[in-house]
């Protein structure tokens, strides 16, 4: 079993900044992508940021030039930088990883969420 486990959310003013970090652990072989999704109130989930395992990122058009994702394979572990935030960052924000298990199947994995509260 693998399991992914949050931390850094929290409440921040406009402007301000938060680190998500997201660690994998449990029946590990490899990871492939990781990545970050978050969900407002009455909205659908959506991409924030992914990366590769050899590094390559991409991010949505809202998040660009504010938020940095980033990787320590060592660790499994994901990082989101968020910058500038804004109101409409709120969201639960969640981790997703690729993983190729002991068994060497791959799966798609969620981690339980952080809320991330903006206020202006």
């Known amino acids: 079993q693998v399991q992914l486990v949050e931390s850094g959310g929290g409440l921040v003013q406009a402007g301000g900044s938060l680190r998500l970090s997201c660690a994998a652990s449990?029946?590990?072989?490899?990871?492939?992508?990781m990545g970050w999704y978050r969900q407002a109130p009455g909205k659908q989930r959506e991409l924030v940021a992914v990366i590769t395992s050899g590094g390559s990122t991409n991010y949505a058009d809202s998040v660009k030039g504010r938020f940095t994702i980033s990787r320590d394979n060592a660790k499994n572990t994901v990082y989101l930088q968020m910058n500038s935030l804004k109101p409409e960052d709120t969201a639960v924000y969640y981790c997703?990883?690729?993983?190729?298990?002991?068994?060497?199947?791959?799966?798609?994995?969620w981690g339980q969420g952080t809320q991330v509260t903006v206020s202006s």
């Open positions: 449990g029946s590990i072989f490899s990871i492939n992508a």
């Open positions: 997703n990883a690729r993983v190729r298990d002991l068994k060497l199947l791959w799966d798609n994995y």
